[in-house]
Nanobody, 115 residues
Framework: QVQLVESGGGMEQVGGSLRLSCAAS????????MGWYRQALGKQREWVAT???????HYTDSVEGRFTISRDNAKNTVSLQMNSLKPEDTAVYYC?????????WGQGTQVTVRS
């Protein structure tokens, strides 16, 4: 059984910063891919960023240069540093862990950016 628990969401003003964290527990096999997705009210869930066990990162265009994903393989954690926040970043953010074709999701954490 794999569980993911996110933390760090909240409310911030435009231009501010927030840091999200996600801790995975259970039978974690490496290599794997950890990532962040988000879902705004009334919209479909969208991919934000991913990072492999070896540290390769990928970002969706809208967050490139503003968000930074990182991970600690020993602790099975992944973080998302979000800078220069925009109102369109408002969403529920979900942590995802992909292991050999299986996807595990966290419960989500709300991020609200006030203009």
């Amino acid at each position: 059984q794999v569980q993911l628990v996110e933390s760090g969401g909240g409310m911030e003003q435009v231009g501010g910063s927030l840091r999200l964290s996600c801790a995975a527990s259970g039978d974690i096999i490496q290599p794997n891919v950890m990532g962040w997705y988000r879902q705004a009210l009334g919209k479909q869930r969208e991919w934000v960023a991913t990072i492999t066990t070896s540290g390769n990162t990928h970002y969706t265009d809208s967050v490139e240069g503003r968000f930074t994903i990182s991970r600690d393989n020993a602790k099975n954690t992944v973080s998302l540093q979000m800078n220069s926040l925009k109102p369109e970043d408002t969403a529920v953010y979900y942590c995802k862990l992909a292991i050999v074709g299986y996807n595990y999701w966290g419960q989500g954490t709300q991020v609200t950016v006030r203009s």
